[in-house]
């Protein structure tokens, strides 16, 4: 089994997260990550801060085991939060969108543990500075928010600039993207667009379908006009976003105002006119549904496998 030094500080038995997807990432499908030996890891984009709290919980009475909580930092709740994590004894917080720093410190002092996203070098010594546990490079390879730096170049640039644990995102999808990434200097691995269509995980089943149907080149990247660049499905919703971003008659508000709402349409509704169904790169080699479990075990095992046969490209078989 692959153990590594992000398993010993968090207590976990298999060095894999399961990223904290808006909307979708629940006590159901993290408990069920947990269970299996990774992480799972709860949004903080649900229903409101209440709602996040009654999924901590719940997710407490389904797994014994670690688990975290992924905070959106631009969102609008976010201080509330920030607090209720605190008021939980959660012991893992992961964070994306913004900076963690008006909050870090609370967070260290209470005992948890502090491992942000990160899109850059420059971003990851800042992450490093304010007191980070660990971090997340995550290529633009990834499904949702993306940054311009792909995983092959930004997991080797990041784990040479900061001597913390790095865990690597975007591209991850089995056995081989992981080892990959174990070969890059990352001590583990977070994945989202596989788990979306785990059985545990509560989008629409055209969401799904969409999913495994998806091909090589399914994903396109929008809102880069905007400032706000996002990985999603080829959709209706995704091409017409791209037409009003490329149609200079098109204010950034009437863009902004398209979007409003539009992950909650892809998630709930399997709206495909109007909502933004985000996946990474890896959406064209889904294949099929199956348990949470089945996911971690075939990409921990995988890994294993292609980690144990690599002496072959140098000494034959």
């Known amino acids: 089994m692959i153990h590594s030094p ?14 904290g997807m808006a909307w979708i990432a629940d006590a159901r499908l993290a408990a069920a990550v947990s269970e299996a030996g990774g992480l799972g890891l709860i949004s903080s984009i649900q229903a409101g801060t209440e709602a996040v709290r009654a999924e901590i919980r719940k997710a407490r009475e389904r797994t014994e085991k670690p688990f975290g909580v992924n905070i ?25 969108a913004g900076s963690p720093a008006p909050y870090i410190e609370r967070w260290l002092a209470a005992g948890i543990c502090v491992i942000p996203v990160v899109a850059s070098v420059a971003y990851a010594l800042k992450m490093k500075e304010l007191g980070a546990t660990a971090l997340i490079a995550e290529g633009a390879e990834s499904g949702g928010h993306v940054g311009e730096l792909h995983t092959m170049a930004l997991v ?35 994945v989202g667009t596989r788990f979306l269509v785990a059985d545990e995980c509560h989008v629409h089943e055209v969401y799904k379908a969409r999913l495994i149907k998806a091909s090589d080149i399914g994903t396109m990247v929008t809102g880069k006009s905007l400032g706000d660049a996002v990985r999603s499905l080829k959709t209706p919703f995704a091409k017409q976003f791209a037409r009003m971003e490329a149609d200079p008659s098109v204010s950034a508000d009437e863009i902004r105002a398209f979007g409003t709402g539009s992950l909650r349409k892809a998630v709930f509704d399997g709206d495909l006119s109007g909502g933004s169904f ?40």
């Open 278 to 317: 985000l996946a990474g790169e890896v959406a064209g080699l889904i294949r099929k549904r199956e348990p949470a479990a089945a996911i971690v075990n075939d990409i921990m095992d995988g890994a294993e496998k292609v980690l144990a046969q690599a002496n072959n490209l140098i000494y034959g078989s």
């Open 72 to 96: 959106m930092l631009a969102a609008p709740n976010a201080a509330e939060i920030a607090d209720l994590v605190v008021e939980e004894g959660v012991r893992i917080v992961t964070t994306g």
């Open 156 to 190: 080797p640039q990041v784990v040479d600039a900061v001597d913390l644990p790095v865990l690597a995102a975007g591209g991850i999808f089995d056995g081989r993207s992981a080892a990959a990434a174990f070969m890059l200097g990352a001590c583990g691995v977070q």
């Open 6 to 19: 992000i398993c010993n500080i968090l207590g976990i038995e298999k060095p894999i997260f399961q990223g």
